[in-house]
């Protein structure tokens, strides 16, 4: 990373753009069991716990490329297909900085921490609305745009 100075502007922390709460499932939870459980909550991405702790992430890509696209079963357990490690910053960390760390990870999720505690979850979604905010088209609809 090329140390991208940290700001005390609060609306350029993780934390600002994370979202919470966290969603997350047993390792020994399905696949089925971990897809419904996204549709629930609306979730692109799910992290999986064993023991309590946080240990992988389960992700819209997963489905994809890990389950349907090598003819998995829905009963295979999530602990078969999640990523792992996780990728972690601190919630205090700068969102230019999460940015850069997403393309050189080629990751589309952080997981937030706060004291080395999970607090939330970053997407590519959550950086895409600091730019839209930072160049004033938060309420940008590209629906109603004039070509």
């Known amino acids: ?10 609306r350029e ?11 997350s499932i047993d390792v020994k939870a399905t696949v089925q069991q971990a897809a419904h459980k996204m549709d629930e909550q609306n979730a692109s991405a799910i992290l999986t716990t064993e023991n309590g702790n946080h240990v992988g992430i389960i992700t819209e890509r997963d489905f994809t490329r890990k389950v ?27 969102i230019l900085e999460a940015a850069e760390f997403m393309a050189d990870h ?4 952080i997981t937030v921490t706060e004291k080395d505690k999970v607090v939330g979850i970053l997407t590519v979604k959550n950086t895409f609305s600091y730019y839209m905010n ?13 070509d």
């Not at 080629?106 to 999720?109: D, G, K, P």
């Not at 930072?134 to 004039?146: A, I, K, M, N, V």
């Open 106 to 109: 080629n990751t589309r999720h």
């Open 1 to 10: 990373m090329t140390g991208i100075p940290q700001s005390k502007h609060p």
């Open 13 to 23: 922390k993780l934390g600002d753009f994370m979202t919470t709460p966290v969603v």
């Open 68 to 94: 349907v696209g090598a003819g998995l079963a829905l009963s295979t357990p999530v602990s078969e297909v999640m990523s792992c490690p996780l990728y972690t910053l601190d919630r205090d960390n700068h």
């Open 134 to 146: 930072l160049f004033g088209l938060e309420s940008y609809d590209p629906t109603t745009s004039e």
